[in-house]
C-alpha cells in the first residue's frame, strides 16, 4: 500500500506556484497528475470579473485534469492563514459575496469539496460573537455546497503558524463539523485531515485518524519540520496514509507542501509516475 495505493491531487495555489496561474493545471499534467486543488485565487478579490472565472476553467479543462477541491474566499492566502468568515465587517461580506462565486465555478468544473477557513480572532471583539458570525457563515456555504453537490469542509490550522486562529486542533474542528451538521441538517459538513497542520500541534497523528476518519472528507499532506515534500522531514506519511485507508478512507490526499528551490515539478521524486494518476 503507502504512497502507490493513494489517490494523489497537487495543490496549484502552493505547488506550480514558479509559473502564471493559467500555466499551472497543464504543468500538473506534464508531471503525471490528473487531479488538482486550489485556495481561492484571487486573494484580493471575492468576486473577480467573468473573463477571469472563465479563463481559469478554460485551463483547467484543457489541461485534462479533474479539479477536485477549492477554497471559498479566505483572504491574504498565502501568507498568514488567516480565513474571513468569522471576521467581522468587511472580510466576512467577502465571504458571503464570494459563496456563490465558489460554488458555480466549483459545479462548472465537476468540483465537490468546498474548503472553508475560519477566521482569526480579532481584537476588541467578543470570541462568541465572532464563533456565532462563523456558524451563520458557515451554514450558508453548506448550502451552496450541498446546491451542487459538495462537501464543505473544515480544516484545523496549527498555532505557530497561526496563532490568532480558533480551530487549531482536530477535536475543535470536528466540534465545528458536528455543529454545522446540526444547524443546516444537511449533513455535509466534514473534516478536512491536514496531517502537517495536526503535526504542528503536536497530535498525535494515528489517535486522529482512528477517531475521526468517518468524518474525513479530504486529506492533505506535507512533511514535518519545513512543510516540504514527503522525506524531506520526519513524519511517517507512508504508514499514515496506509492507516487511512485502512481505517475506510478512500477519497483525494492534496499535496499541499513547499517544493523548496528547485522547480515543482522535481519535487515529486518520492512519487512514482505510475502513481500520479487518479484512479
Known sequence: ???TDQRFNVNLSILFTELPLLERPAAAAAAGFTAVELWWPWVDSPVPPQSELDALRDAIKDAGVQLTGLNFYAGQLPGPDRGALSVPG???EKFRANIDVTADFAESLGCTALN???????????????????????????RAADRVGAVLLIEALNRPESPLCPIVSAPRAI?????????????????LMDLYHLSMNGEDLSAVIEQYTAKTAHVQIADNPGRGAPGTGSLPLEELLDQL???????YVGLEYKPGDSPSAESFGWLPPAARAAR
Not at 177 to 189: I, W
Not at 245 to 251: E, H, L, P
Open 1 to 3: 500500500m503507502g504512497f
Open 90 to 92: 468587511e472580510e466576512s
Open 116 to 142: 472553508a477557513l475560519y477566521g482569526n480572532r480579532v481584537e476588541g471583539v467578543d470570541p462568541a460573537e465572532q464563533d456565532a458570525l462563523a456558524l451563520e457563515n458557515l451554514g450558508l456555504a453548506a
Open 175 to 191: 466540534e465545528v463539523v458536528d455543529q454545522v451538521n446540526a444547524a443546516t441538517g444537511l449533513d455535509n459538513a466534514r473534516f
Open 245 to 251: 485507508r485502512k481505517a475506510g478512507y478512500d477519497g
